[in-house]
C-alpha cells in the first residue's frame, strides 16, 4: 500500500533528498529509525520521529563552508517540517524529523552525537536516492579516531548541527542565541579547552576542562582565521565586545561555527600528531593469543567457566596489565556493529567489571580456540543489572525492552567522589543537587550500564571476525545464544571460513 502514513511520509522525505541533492550536492540521504525497521511497521504518525542521515559532500572539511551549507538547509528543513506537519496531522511547535549532516569523520570513526557505540555501523538505513538498503552506512569504520578529546570535539559538532538544524514547522529553532553573563556558552568553552589540549603539547593537567583556556583558545584562532574571512570578522568584532562590555548576543549561526571551528582544530591536532608520531608496532593477533594462554593454560577448544571467582581471574590475566600500546588498542569488543578498542579493564564488584566504559554483570565466558591462533575469541554473556536510578527514564525503557525483547543500557557519569550525575549533567560539567550547583568537570567518568542479558566477542583487533560483512550474522547469533540456544560451535565453523586480513 502507498497511502499508509509511513509511505506518504517516505515519499515526502523522498522529495527532501533529492532537492538537497541537486542544490547542495549531498551524496546519500538515508533514512533509518522506525521507518526502516521492520519495513516501518514500527513507524507511528502521531509520535515517531522521522529520522535522517545527510552525508556532507566529499572533502567539505571547512567550518565556514559547513555552516554556510547548514544555513542553506536549515530552509529546505523548514520546508520539510511543514509538509510533514501537515501529512501527518502533527503540531507544529516540535520537529517531526531528527535531521543528521554528518562529516566523513562522523561516519569514518563511526560517532554519534550522543556517544551511542556502534550507531552507524549497526543500523538499518536506506538511501533515498539510490533507494537501497544496508546494515550501517558505507564507509563507516574507514576511519581510526581512538582519542578521546577529538572524538569529543567531533561529536560536540555534529549535536550543535542537529540541534540548529532542529526547526519546527512555525519556524522555532531548538539552538537559540546565547546572551549569558559568560563571553561565551560554556559547552562550547569546555570544548575549545579540548581541542586547545590537543594541539598544545605543554598542556599542563586539567587544561582540558578549563574554561578560560577555551577562551584563549578560540580568541586566539578567530583573531587569526578573520584576517582572511569576513564569518569570522564578524565573530571576531562581536567576541572582543562581549568580552569588554559582557552585553552582546551570539547568534545560533556564530555558535555552529564556534563548534565546527573546534572539532576543525581536534581533527587537525590528531592528523598532525598521527603523522609525526611513531608508536610502537603491535601484532594484535599475536598478543592477543598470547593473553590467550596466559589466561586458559593449557585448555582447548570451547572452554566455559561460570563460577563469579574463576570468571574474574580469567578476565583479569585476558584483559588485565597494558591495553593500549602506543596508539595501538591489540584487544576489541565485537558485537554485531559494535567494535570498540578495550583501554582500560577493571573489577567493580564481586560479578561486576568495567570495560573501557562498559558496567557488565558477567555470568559466563567460553574460550573459543582454533588451531589456527589468530583465529582465537572468547565469548563474554552478562546479566542485566539494575537501574542506579540517575535516570527517570531508565525504568520506563526497561520494561518496554523486556517486553519486546530488545537489549537496552543506560548511560550516566560517575564522579570521583561517587555522585552520580545523568548524561546531560556530564556533558554540562556542572549538576545541580539540593537547590546547589556542584562542579563535576574533569572528576567525571561515563558509564554504559546494561539493563538487559548481553553478551559479545573479545578477540585480536586484526582478527578475521572484524569485517563488517559479517556483522549483521554475529549479531543474529549473539542474540539466538541470549535466548538460550547452543550456537557457539556455528560461530567458530563461521570464523574458520573468514579470510585472514590482509593487513594482520
Given at each position: 500500500?502507498?497511502?499508509?502514513?509511513?509511505?506518504?511520509?517516505?515519499?515526502?522525505?523522498?522529495?527532501?533528498?533529492?532537492?538537497?541533492?541537486?542544490?547542495?550536492?549531498?551524496p546519500?540521504?538515508?533514512?533509518?529509525?522506525?521507518?526502516?525497521?521492520?519495513?516501518?511497521?514500527?513507524?507511528?504518525?502521531?509520535?515517531?520521529?522521522?529520522?535522517?542521515?545527510?552525508?556532507?559532500?566529499?572533502?567539505?572539511?571547512?567550518?565556514?563552508?559547513?555552516?554556510?551549507?547548514?544555513?542553506?538547509?536549515?530552509?529546505f528543513?523548514?520546508?520539510?517540517?511543514?509538509?510533514?506537519?501537515?501529512?501527518?496531522?502533527?503540531?507544529?511547535?516540535?520537529?517531526?524529523?531528527s535531521?543528521?549532516?554528518?562529516?566523513?569523520?562522523?561516519?569514518?570513526?563511526?560517532?554519534?552525537?550522543?556517544?551511542?557505540?556502534?550507531?552507524?555501523?549497526?543500523?538499518?538505513?536506506?538511501?533515498?536516492l539510490s533507494?537501497?538498503?544496508?546494515?550501517?552506512?558505507?564507509?563507516?569504520?574507514?576511519?581510526?579516531?581512538?582519542?578521546r578529546?577529538?572524538?569529543?570535539?567531533i561529536?560536540?559538532?555534529?549535536?550543535?548541527?542537529?540541534?540548529?538544524?532542529a526547526?519546527?514547522?512555525?519556524?522555532k529553532?531548538?539552538?537559540?542565541?546565547?546572551?549569558?553573563?559568560?563571553?561565551?556558552?560554556?559547552?562550547i568553552?569546555?570544548?575549545?579547552?579540548?581541542?586547545?589540549?590537543?594541539?598544545?603539547?605543554?598542556?599542563?593537567?586539567?587544561?582540558?576542562?578549563?574554561?578560560?583556556?577555551?577562551?584563549?583558545?578560540l580568541?586566539?584562532?578567530?583573531?587569526?582565521?578573520?584576517?582572511n574571512?569576513?564569518?569570522?570578522e564578524?565573530l571576531?568584532?562581536?567576541?572582543?565586545?562581549?568580552?569588554?562590555?559582557?552585553?552582546?548576543?551570539?547568534?545560533?549561526?556564530?555558535?555552529?561555527?564556534?563548534?565546527?571551528?573546534?572539532?576543525?582544530?581536534a581533527?587537525?591536532?590528531?592528523?598532525?600528531?598521527?603523522?609525526?608520531?611513531?608508536?610502537?608496532?603491535?601484532?594484535?593477533?599475536?598478543?592477543?593469543?598470547?593473553?590467550?594462554?596466559?589466561?586458559?593454560p593449557?585448555?582447548r577448544?570451547?572452554?566455559?567457566?561460570?563460577?563469579?571467582?574463576?570468571?574474574?581471574?580469567?578476565?583479569?590475566?585476558?584483559?588485565?596489565?597494558e591495553?593500549?600500546?602506543?596508539?595501538?588498542?591489540?584487544?576489541?569488543?565485537?558485537?554485531?556493529?559494535?567494535?570498540?578498542?578495550?583501554?582500560?579493564?577493571?573489577?567493580?564488584?564481586?560479578?561486576?567489571f568495567?570495560?573501557?566504559?562498559?558496567?557488565?554483570?558477567?555470568?559466563?565466558?567460553?574460550?573459543?580456540?582454533?588451531?589456527?591462533?589468530?583465529?582465537?575469541?572468547?565469548?563474554?554473556?552478562?546479566?542485566?543489572?539494575?537501574?542506579?536510578?540517575?535516570?527517570?527514564?531508565?525504568?520506563?525503557?526497561?520494561?518496554?525492552?523486556?517486553e519486546?525483547?530488545?537489549?537496552?543500557?543506560?548511560?550516566?557519569?560517575?564522579?570521583?567522589?561517587?555522585l552520580?550525575?545523568?548524561?546531560?549533567?556530564?556533558?554540562?560539567?556542572?549538576?545541580?543537587?539540593?537547590?546547589?550547583?556542584?562542579?563535576?568537570?574533569?572528576?567525571?567518568?561515563?558509564?554504559?550500564?546494561?539493563?538487559?542479558?548481553?553478551?559479545?566477542?573479545?578477540?585480536?583487533?586484526?582478527?578475521?571476525?572484524?569485517?563488517?560483512?559479517?556483522?549483521?550474522?554475529?549479531?543474529?547469533?549473539?542474540d539466538?545464544?541470549?535466548?538460550g540456544?547452543?550456537?557457539?560451535?556455528?560461530?567458530?565453523?563461521?570464523?574458520?571460513?573468514?579470510?585472514?586480513?590482509?593487513?594482520?
Open positions: 500500500m502507498t497511502d499508509t502514513p509511513a509511505c506518504i511520509t517516505v515519499a515526502v522525505a523522498k522529495t527532501f533528498a533529492q532537492r538537497c541533492h541537486d542544490e547542495l550536492g549531498v546519500s540521504a538515508a533514512l533509518f529509525g522506525s521507518l526502516v525497521y521492520r519495513d516501518g511497521e514500527r513507524f507511528s504518525e502521531d509520535v515517531s520521529d522521522v529520522d535522517l542521515a545527510l552525508i556532507m559532500p566529499k572533502g567539505m572539511r571547512s567550518p565556514v563552508n559547513r555552516v554556510e551549507m547548514a544555513a542553506t538547509l536549515l530552509g528543513k523548514h520546508d520539510l517540517e511543514i509538509k510533514l506537519a501537515v501529512n501527518l496531522s502533527r503540531s507544529t511547535v516540535d520537529p517531526v524529523c535531521l543528521l549532516l554528518l562529516s566523513a569523520a562522523d561516519i569514518g570513526a563511526d560517532i554519534h552525537k550522543d556517544g551511542a557505540e556502534g550507531f552507524f555501523r549497526n543500523n538499518e538505513f536506506h538511501d533515498l533507494d537501497e538498503r544496508s546494515h550501517g552506512l558505507p564507509g563507516v569504520g574507514d576511519v581510526s579516531i581512538g582519542h578529546l577529538v572524538r569529543q570535539c561529536r560536540f559538532a555534529q549535536k550543535k548541527r542537529h540541534a540548529f538544524l526547526i519546527a514547522a512555525n519556524g529553532g531548538s539552538l537559540q542565541d546565547y546572551e549569558g553573563d559568560t563571553p561565551l556558552p560554556k559547552d568553552l569546555r570544548h575549545a579547552a579540548m581541542a586547545g589540549a590537543l594541539r598544545k603539547a605543554s598542556a599542563l593537567p586539567g587544561a582540558e576542562f578549563d574554561t578560560q583556556e577555551g577562551l584563549s583558545e580568541v586566539s584562532v578567530v583573531i587569526q582565521a578573520a584576517k574571512s569576513e564569518a569570522y564578524e571576531r568584532v562581536w567576541l572582543m565586545n562581549k568580552i569588554s562590555t559582557r552585553k552582546g548576543i551570539l547568534s545560533a549561526r556564530q555558535q555552529l561555527l564556534l563548534a565546527e571551528t573546534i572539532a576543525a582544530l581533527e587537525q591536532a590528531y592528523d598532525a600528531a598521527t603523522k609525526n608520531a611513531q608508536p610502537p608496532k603491535v601484532d594484535s593477533t599475536p598478543f592477543f593469543f598470547e593473553r590467550v594462554g596466559d589466561a586458559f593449557g585448555k577448544g570451547i572452554y566455559w567457566t561460570t563460577g563469579p571467582e574463576d570468571v574474574a581471574m580469567r578476565l583479569g590475566r585476558l584483559l588485565g596489565g591495553l593500549r600500546i602506543g596508539r595501538s588498542t591489540p584487544i576489541w569488543m565485537f558485537r554485531g556493529g559494535i567494535s570498540i578498542g578495550i583501554e582500560r579493564f577493571r573489577q567493580i564488584g564481586p560479578e561486576t568495567l570495560i573501557g566504559n562498559h558496567e557488565l554483570k558477567v555470568s559466563r565466558v567460553a574460550l573459543c580456540e582454533s588451531p589456527l591462533y589468530y583465529r582465537n575469541f572468547v565469548y563474554v554473556e552478562c546479566e542485566g543489572l539494575t537501574p542506579t536510578g540517575i535516570d527517570a527514564r531508565s525504568s520506563e525503557r526497561l520494561k518496554e525492552a523486556t519486546e525483547g530488545t537489549s537496552i543500557s543506560e548511560e550516566y557519569g560517575l564522579t570521583d567522589d561517587g552520580l550525575v545523568t548524561r546531560e549533567e556530564y556533558e554540562d560539567g556542572a549538576a545541580e543537587r539540593d537547590g546547589k550547583i556542584i562542579d563535576t568537570a574533569g572528576r567525571t567518568e561515563v558509564r554504559i550500564r546494561y539493563l538487559t542479558p548481553f553478551n559479545f566477542v573479545l578477540c585480536a583487533q586484526l582478527s578475521p571476525i572484524n569485517n563488517s560483512q559479517y556483522d549483521h550474522r554475529i549479531g543474529e547469533l549473539l539466538g545464544m541470549l535466548a540456544q547452543d550456537l557457539l560451535p556455528t560461530i567458530i565453523a563461521d570464523v574458520s571460513k573468514l579470510p585472514r586480513r590482509d593487513d594482520d
